[in-house]
């Protein structure tokens, strides 16, 4: 985006009130009268873990902390600090658990791309075993994560490019905004709960038409940090890290069928404390 373009993003952008599209009910399109999307789906988990052995991914339990670790040995030097760590994406209802962004490279303080495998934490199920086949593809066929940061540091553009002959081809999907809260700040969950944002947090964001702001926002969730090695070496924890960990502890296991009537269908919000990084960048 030029620098046209960014101004007037800054001024017209609005952060929309919270409340999770995949969280709610009917989101899911699914025809299908099977569990096999839900966080903790029991379809074929045995056969998910296995394949995932098969794509050598390296496995890792959301309630060990330190089993994070490995995500830290590869900050890029021209990553800014603000943007280092392992960040949790939040009431997204989609395998992906954990990313980091530190890893990319960095082109400047500004632009980045990222590997479709390298720090990506997915949950060791049968979507995310599909998922990870999906990635590691894409990965070889010169997909990338590219994000834009504004220059008053506060949004983010995402978009996946494919990348050939190290040039752009084409992009896949829509692009999407993050809103970063630079100074912390706090939402509200629909239950009404306080959701305490540290600094650096985001807001992830889809619009019906990625670059008019006054479009219909039609997914968000979040993208909180939970882990810096040196706060985990102090005995600090973020606050997000807390909620992380109790929601892949929590007692709960999901139906194996679903009601065919996709209207009545809901994704809970609990995490599979079996995961799996895809690479270790």
């Known amino acids: 985006m030029n620098r046209e373009g960014w101004e007037g993003w800054e001024v017209r952008a ?5 409340d999770p599209h995949g969280l709610r009910a009917g989101f899911i399109g699914s025809c299908c009268c099977l569990n096999w999307y839900g966080l903790r789906s029991p379809i074929a988990e045995p056969l998910a873990r296995r394949c995932g052995s098969c794509m050598c991914v ?12 490995p995500l830290m040995d590869s900050v890029h030097p021209n990553c800014p600090r603000e943007y280092q ?4 994406l939040r009431d997204l209802t989609q395998p992906s658990s954990l990313i980091t962004l530190h890893d990319a490279d960095w082109v400047s303080s500004t632009l980045g791309y990222k590997s479709l495998t390298d ?3 997915k949950a060791s199920t ?4 599909l998922s990870t086949f999906a990635f590691l593809t ?4 010169g997909g990338k994560l590219k994000f834009q940061i504004s220059p008053n540091r ?3 553009l995402f978009s996946y490019p494919f990348i050939c002959c190290g ?8 692009r999407h905004w993050a809103y970063v809260f630079v100074n912390g700040g706090v939402l509200y969950s629909p239950s009404g709960d306080t959701i305490n944002m540290q600094r650096g947090d985001m807001i992830r964001l889809d619009f019906e038409t990625w670059n008019d702001p006054s479009s219909e926002v039609t997914y968000m969730y979040l993208i909180q940090r939970i882990y810096l090695e040196d706060a985990a070496q102090e005995g600090n924890k973020f606050e997000a890290t807390r909620e992380l960990q109790r929601r892949a502890t929590v007692e709960g296991t999901e139906q194996f069928w679903m009601s065919c009537d996709r209207r009545q269908n809901t994704i809970q919000s609990h995490l599979c404390n079996n995961q799996h990084i895809v690479r270790v960048a």
């Open 14 to 18: 609005k952060v929309p009130t919270y």
């Open 126 to 129: 049968c979507a995310g075993t």
């Open 119 to 121: 720090n990506w934490v």
């Open 138 to 141: 894409g990965d070889k066929l």
């Open 167 to 174: 040039n752009e081809v084409f992009e896949l999907g829509t």
């Open 154 to 156: 506060k949004w983010i």
């Open 58 to 69: 390296h496995p890792v339990r959301m309630d060990r902390l330190h089993d994070l670790s």
């Open 85 to 88: 760590g392992v960040y949790w």
